[in-house]
């Protein structure tokens, strides 16, 4: 099993990087938590600057690809947790926002824009922060990268209007794909939002990392074998915060086996509305099974249904607790019998690994290199080709 394996053995494979950062990932989770209880302090008088300035804000998460997914996964949750009165959430990709800022950057609202970079050296990275700079009047940024190198850390680090948290040095993947980048983005950006309470999140951090390990530990050999099954096509589902984190794994598919593998993301009731033409013989179905008793009634109800379906592949449930229900309408039932938490929103540390695994040995089954997939360079790790035209506004 490569997760667990040496380094000659992953190397093999071409798998070296992307099998440690996967596995690595429950021990980047508590350097996370421990960063930022060390920056509690400065994190308040950030957040209290601007509270005691503007009585609403704008928060804006952003990124690009699966940066941009850290956003869709967690703004369902922080939505719900922050007053609304105050406080307006969105998640907007850079890339929407470089390529059409007058539909999304409002001068006159003060925001706070929430960006995500691996690298931090993505042109859309930096583009995205120099236009908030230029067109809203009162903007603030929170920056969270992997890279105290990158552009983007460098060329705002000394503005006070920036508040910068670097992730362990470990979550700079060096693989192709994000694995442990997103999960520690996603993580501080979640404890920010609640940084208030960051000691009462404690045993919840607790309870992911020791989950993270038993998936890890427990799970790999199953993974491994659904990847070797014949299939041509995967579907993910996902209700709520599974939403953007079905998109996440399915990147993340596509991405570690350089395209060969046709995927699709949605939610258990949005599939039925002309996604589900997908389904046949060649198209496995993966669905993040809801912790919430009333969303889960959702997610059942879809598993019947294409259960019933006679012209279909394997259907694969991630659970955090047993279902009974769940185990009869599919074909496999992967549960890492996790404790109640809070919310669904953390229970997607744990979903993701599984997204993770399977899609390295997919990549592995199919012949390609995990760390390396796409060798003749049309698709980089870090995005290549674009060019950042100046906005001097809507015409």
Not at 179 to 198: D, V
Not at 271 to 283: A, E, M, Q, Y
Request: with cysteine.
């Amino acid at each position: 099993m490569l997760l667990h394996a040496n380094e000659k053995i992953r190397e093999t494979y071409g798998a070296c990087f992307t099998a440690k950062e996967i596995a690595q990932q429950p021990d980047l989770w508590e350097q996370v938590y421990s960063n930022v209880q060390s920056n509690h302090h400065e994190i308040t008088a950030f957040f209290s600057h601007i509270s005691r300035r503007h009585e609403q804000t704008r928060v804006i998460f952003t990124g690009a690809g699966t940066s941009a997914f850290v956003g869709d996964t967690i703004v369902p949750y922080i939505k719900r947790i922050v007053d609304v009165k105050k406080t307006h959430i969105e998640s907007i990709p850079t890339t929407n926002i470089v390529s059409s800022p007058y539909y999304y950057l409002q001068p006159n609202i003060p925001t706070i824009l929430v960006s995500f970079a691996r690298s931090g050296n993505s042109p859309e990275s930096v583009a995205a922060v120099e236009l908030a700079e230029q067109m809203i009047h009162s903007v603030y940024h929170i920056i969270l990268t992997c890279n105290e190198e990158g552009n983007l850390a460098k060329q705002f680090q000394h503005k006070e209007n920036v508040f910068i948290m670097y992730m362990p040095k470990e979550a700079n993947d060096r693989g192709f794909a994000m694995t442990g980048s997103f999960t520690s983005m996603m993580l501080t950006a979640l404890l920010l939002c609640n940084y208030n309470e960051i000691p009462l999140l404690q045993s919840s951090i607790t309870d992911i990392v020791q989950l993270g390990k038993k998936v890890i530990e427990k799970q790999e050999r199953e993974m491994k074998q659904i990847a070797e099954k014949e299939f041509h096509k995967i579907v993910f589902l996902g209700s709520g915060v599974f939403e953007g984190l079905s998109r996440e794994a399915a990147l993340k598919f596509l991405e570690l086996t350089a395209g060969r593998i046709p995927i699709m993301f949605d939610t258990p009731l949005g599939f039925r509305h002309g996604p589900k033409s997908i389904l046949d013989k060649d198209t496995a179905v993966v669905l993040f099974l809801s912790n919430d008793e009333y969303t889960k009634k959702y997610d059942l109800d879809l598993l019947r249904e294409i259960y019933q379906e006679k012209d279909r592949n394997d259907i694969i449930v991630i659970a955090h607790q047993d279902s009974q229900e769940a185990r009869q309408y599919c074909n496999t039932f992967l549960c890492h019998d996790g404790n109640d938490l809070k919310d669904d929103v953390y229970i997607t540390f744990i979903y993701i690994l599984y997204g993770q695994i399977l899609a390295l040995y997919k990549s592995i089954a199919l012949g390609i290199t995990p760390d390396n997939p796409c060798p003749s360079g049309s698709v980089n790790r870090v995005v290549q080709g674009v060019t950042v035209h100046p906005y001097k506004g809507k015409e």
